[in-house]
T-cell receptor, first 112, second 113 residues
Framework: SQQGEEDPQALSIQEGENATMNCSYK?????LQWYRQNSGRGLVHLIL?????REKHSGRLRVTLDTSKKSSSLLITASRAADTASYFC????????????FGKGTTLSVSS | DTAVSQTPKYLVTQMGNDKSIKCEQN?????MYWYKQDSKKFLKIMFS???????INETVPNRFSPKSPDKAHLNLHINSLELGDSAVYFC????????????FGQGTRLTVV
């Protein structure tokens, strides 16, 4: 069953602007991860935030997690054309023996 | 050195045929997965294997049969292909089932005509 829902489905911005994507999920989790998928390629892990963390940074990426609202956001600052890709959140349900569940993704287009 | 590699990258075949997709990981991970990504980019887990044993088998038609000869390999065999099987299939691996970073292959775009 689907766990994550990203919002918006598509986002178009100019280089230099910030991009914010949101993810909502349904069940309790251990961790939440964000992945990027370039066109025609596999998914690449960006960042993992644990359920007891509220915010995490990695380079131009900032991830927040609100377990009370079951939501997370990914902020990409000073976006570049190379950031054009689809972004997915993935959660691991707080029970043994379950695989990562992915949301539907946000397609980000950054134009120069 | 590719961490998770799957072959072929593209596969075009006729309805009713049987085909296989191969996957290998050189990361020493215990767990491997097959995901299906549809035309709307929705990724759905199909199978999970841990140490060559099937752990998760989501609601997938019996025509799909995974085979894991060893921890480093997880192949996907599909019998009697149907038009609706057209999708991109991704192999992935992780150190622990459902925990931590997953590493993905480049995907196999299957087109059934």
């Amino acid at each position: 069953s689907q766990q994550g829902e990203e919002d918006p489905q598509a986002l178009s911005i100019q280089e230099g602007e910030n991009a914010t994507m949101n993810c909502s999920y349904k069940t309790s989790i251990n961790n939440l991860q964000w992945y990027r998928q370039n066109s025609g390629r596999g998914l690449v892990h960006l960042i993992l935030i644990r359920s007891n963390e509220r915010e995490k940074h990695s380079g131009r990426l900032r991830v927040t997690l609100d377990t009370s609202k079951k939501s997370s956001s990914l902020l990409i600052t000073a976006s570049r054309a190379a950031d054009t890709a689809s972004y997915f959140c993935a959660t691991d349900a707080n029970q043994a023996g379950t695989a990562l569940i992915f949301g539907k993704g946000t397609t980000l287009s950054v134009s120069s | 050195d590719t961490a998770v590699s799957q072959t072929p990258k593209y596969l075009v075949t006729q309805m009713g045929n049987d085909k296989s997709i191969k996957c290998e990981q050189n990361l020493g991970h215990d767990t491997m997965y097959w995901y299906k990504q549809d035309s709307k980019k929705f990724l759905k887990i199909m199978f999970s294997y841990n140490n060559k044993e099937l752990i998760i088998n989501e609601t997938v038609p019996n025509r799909f049969s995974p085979k894991s000869p060893d921890k480093a390999h997880l192949n996907l065999h599909i019998n009697s292909l149907e038009l609706g099987d057209s999708a991109v299939y991704f192999c992935a691996s992780s150190q622990v089932l459902g925990r931590g970073e997953a590493f993905f292959g480049q995907g196999t775009r299957l087109t059934v005509v």
